[in-house]
């Protein structure tokens, strides 16, 4: 028999096949050894981050937290406030950032939480037929079902806050005893995003004392109090900053009629820890007690600045839906740099000054309507 000749094609396939194969491997290869540096640059980058914050932290104990009246302001204090509190001194920081107006005790938190116990019993044991005192009785178990029913949507990846888990009572504790405490203001949805950020960062009874005065701050007052009147100055105030800082997503919201409530209200009412990454959120926390009020609205600007080029894609309804929950991967230093290059300046007026121009137009406004608000 003769030899078999293989078609050239076959061969030259074989070939072909054989260097793709090459070519796959050396691909991989290649990947590998990228994937393998990447790794590396995370670490490294980690570890300075962990030696930074070590660092900053001996810095807090030692020199700051004890004078802290005449550190707090310090230029080179504010430069190391921006970069992040480290977590063994956050909670410290926020306490004496937001302070203690109201002058509340853990005496007085202990008091206010063997009330809302007393009710949490009567509650169970009486059904809502013996409504003796009319309204309010059935307000009171509305908001203890409320709060029953949030906590459970209270960071629900974190199983800690859940029924069962470890925060799950102090989460219901600090909520049941700051209803006796404001029945003025009672509980509203968002508030237990705000107690849980705190419990994270502070022993029970300083975690209330920071809640309490937190949300006696105008700012967080006028939200949690529906003050719509309020609610609008400050939508106003923001609005001023966002046509100057953004000019090309202003135009592309107003085209929508896409007014700021639709996404403020649940970044300010939960300060970011809904919708932002919890230690990024954390961040955020560390310079709004710096801050003030005026941070929140920066930060809101800020993240309409980082995400600019998709929004200007989207329509209503996938704007509104993208704001609610941002994406997983936002990262500090990203959403710091885009914060910082919001200028909080409309021509030489600061936010306070804007803020309080906002309120005279709107009270001249109400005897004709108002320019500010036709949103």
Not at 75 to 91: A, I, M, N, Y
Not at 219 to 238: E, G, I, N, P
Not at 260 to 270: A, E, G, N, V
């Amino acid at each position: 028999m003769g030899t078999i000749n293989l078609p050239a094609k076959s061969v030259e396939e074989a070939l072909r096949h054989r260097q793709e194969y090459d070519e796959m491997v050396a691909e991989a290869k290649k990947r590998e050894i990228k994937e393998a540096h990447k790794r590396k640059r995370i670490m490294k980058e980690r570890f300075k981050q962990e030696e930074n914050i070590a660092s900053a932290m001996v810095i807090w104990i030692n020199e700051i937290l004890p004078n802290w009246e005449v550190m707090r302001s310090t230029r080179r204090v504010r430069e190391l406030w921006w970069q992040g509190l480290p977590p063994s001194v956050r909670g410290k920081v926020w306490s004496l950032a937001v302070g203690n107006e109201l002058n509340i005790t853990p005496e007085l938190y202990e008091i206010f939480l063997s009330r809302a116990k007393e009710r949490w019993k009567s509650f169970s044991e009486t059904s809502s037929e013996n409504d003796t005192e009319g309204v309010s009785v059935a307000d009171r178990e509305a908001s203890l079902e409320l709060i029953k029913l949030d906590i459970s949507r209270t960071f629900p990846s974190l199983y800690i806050f859940q029924k069962g888990g470890p925060y799950h009572d102090v989460l219901h504790s600090i909520l049941g005893a700051y209803t006796c405490y404001r029945p003025d203001v009672g509980y509203v949805q968002g508030m237990s995003f705000i107690a849980a950020v705190l419990i994270l960062n502070l022993e029970e009874a300083d975690a209330f004392i920071a809640f309490a005065n937190l949300l006696n701050k105008p700012c967080q007052l006028a939200f949690f109090r529906v003050d719509h009147s309020m609610m609008l100055k400050y939508f106003a105030t923001f609005e001023v900053f966002f046509e100057e800082n953004l000019s090309k997503l202003f135009l592309h919201f107003k085209s929508y009629s896409l007014t700021p409530d639709i996404y403020l209200i649940d970044w300010i009412f939960t300060l970011y820890s809904r919708s932002l990454p919890l230690d990024l959120a954390c961040r955020v926390w560390d310079v709004f007690c710096r801050d003030g009020e005026e941070f929140l609205f920066r930060t809101g600007l800020g993240i309409l600045r980082l995400y600019e080029d998709i929004l200007l894609q989207m329509d209503f309804i996938h704007i509104a839906q993208f704001l609610t929950k941002l994406p997983e991967d936002i990262t500090s230093e990203k959403l710091f740099s885009c914060i910082a290059a919001i200028q909080m300046q409309n021509s030489t007026k600061k936010w306070t000054q804007v803020f309080a121009s906002v309120m005279k137009d709107i009270k001249e406004g109400d005897k004709n309507s108002s320019p500010a608000l036709k949103s």
